[in-house]
Structures are given as C-alpha cells and as structure tokens.
C-alpha cells in the first residue's frame, strides 16, 4: 500500500521558515510527480508545489514563488517543501500528493495518493 506521511509543521511567526517533509512508501516512485497542497479553513485546498521525481521538473502556485522550494531525496523517497518568508497568509494544513505521471500538473484530482496533512500555523 502507498503511504504518504507528512511531517514538520508547527507554529511559527511571519518572516520565519518551516520545512515540510513527505515520507514516501509502498512502491517505486521514479515515475511519478509528488505534489504539496495546502488548504485553509473555509477555502478550497490549492495547489502550492509539484517536482518531477525523476527528471526534478517543478512547479509552483504564484503565491508562493520565490519564497518556497520543492525538492525530492530519491533515496530517501522524501519529498521536501522548504518555506521561507512565511506570512499569516499560508497558514493552512498541508497534505503531500503523488501521482503516477512524470507532469507537474496543478490539480488535485489528477493526485491519486494522499497523506493525512500536517498544520502550518503562522502568527502575525
């Protein structure tokens, strides 16, 4: 079975930095793209990041560039969001993604596996 586990939110002030990790297991994940979602209370989940396992291709939501970085250990089969620059904005619970498709694709629906989620909280 393919379990995604997240791990490394927490509470933290604006200006400082978090990094998630995704804990991969169940099968060989070369093949596909892992993906970061986020979603806040009373808003739709939004796609934040994605990375090519294979290839390392990346993709990010445009309220997020330049402050977060996507990133993989493939021997690790962890998948990393480092956060930098937090704002109250991002404040939400954030669930790793994966689907079996080398495309940096944006919508959750195209991701068949889901972790549970791990709570970001950024105080003003």
């Known amino acids: 079975q393919v379990q995604l586990v997240e791990s490394g939110g927490g509470l933290v002030r604006a200006g400082d930095s978090l990094r998630l990790s995704c804990a991969a297991s169940?099968?060989?994940?070369?093949?596909?793209?892992m993906g970061w979602f986020r979603q806040a209370p009373g808003k739709e989940r939004e796609f934040v990041a994605a990375?090519?396992?294979?290839?390392?291709?990346?993709n990010y939501a445009d309220s997020v560039k330049g402050r977060f970085t996507i990133s993989r250990d493939n021997a690790k089969n962890t998948v990393y969001l480092q956060m930098n620059s937090l704002k109250p904005e991002d404040t939400a619970v954030y669930s790793c993604?994966?689907?079996?498709?080398?495309?940096?694709?944006?919508?959750?629906?195209?991701?068949?596996?889901w972790g549970q989620g791990t709570q970001v909280t950024v105080s003003s």
């Open positions: 169940g099968r060989t994940f070369s093949r596909y793209t």
């Open positions: 990375i090519s396992w294979v290839l390392g291709n990346t």
């Open positions: 993604a994966a689907r079996y498709s080398p495309s940096v694709d944006e919508g959750a629906r195209m991701y068949g596996y």
